[in-house]
Each structure stands twice: as C-alpha cells, then as structure tokens.
C-alpha cells in the first residue's frame, strides 16, 4: 500500500520558513507527479502545488507563488517544500499526495503535518 509521511511543520512566526518533507515508499515515486495539498481549520483542501515526475514542471497556487518551492529527490524518494515569507493564513495540514490526472488532483495523500503561523 502507498505510504506517505510529512514531517517538518511546526510553529513559526510571520515572516519565517519552514521545509516540510514527505517520505514515500512502496510504490515507484519517480514514475510518479507529486503536490502539496493543505486543509486550514474549518476549511476544505486546497492544493498548494505540483511537481512533474522528472522535476521538470512546477506549479503554484497564486497565493504561494514567489515564497514556496516545491522539489523532489528522486534518488531518495522524498518531496519536499520549501516555505519562505510565510503568513498566519498559511496556517494549515499539510499533506503530500500522489498525483492522479491533473496536478490538482490525487489518489492517496499522507496524514498531514501542522503548520501554524502565529506571533
């Protein structure tokens, strides 16, 4: 079965960064697209972003674009992304998910890991 695990979220204040890593295993990572998906309190899922099987081929929600980088290591099957400039309305779960069709959407995602932007 698909196995997906963040790690690195925790508590930051506005202005700060944060690198969230998913570690994935039992299937094959390189064949597959990647995102971030995050679920804020009382909200539903927004995607966040995607990454392309080679890396190639990046793409951004609006409100994240200039101060997120999404990346991956194939060699070591793991996404990453890289949260800089960060808000109190990033605020949220973030989940890696494995891409299913468009960037946007997916068949599994991990358990998430909190990010909380707060002074």
């Known amino acids: 079965e698909v196995h997906l695990v963040e790690s690195g979220g925790g508590l930051v204040q506005p202005g700060g960064s944060l690198r969230l890593s998913c570690a994935a295993s039992e299937f094959t990572f390189s064949s597959y697209a990647m995102s971030w998906v995050r679920q804020a309190p009382g909200k539903g899922v927004e995607w966040v972003s995607g990454?392309?099987?080679?890396?190639?081929?990046?793409r951004y929600i609006d409100s994240v674009k200039g101060r997120f980088t999404i990346s991956r290591d194939n060699a070591n099957n793991t996404l990453y992304l890289q949260m800089n400039s960060l808000k109190p309305e990033d605020t949220a779960v973030y989940y890696c998910?494995?891409?299913?069709?468009?960037?946007?959407?997916?068949?599994?995602r991990g358990q998430g890991t909190q990010v909380t932007v707060s002074s």
């Open positions: 998910a494995r891409v299913r069709g468009t960037l946007a959407t997916y068949d599994y």
């Open positions: 990454i392309t099987q080679g890396g190639g081929i990046t």
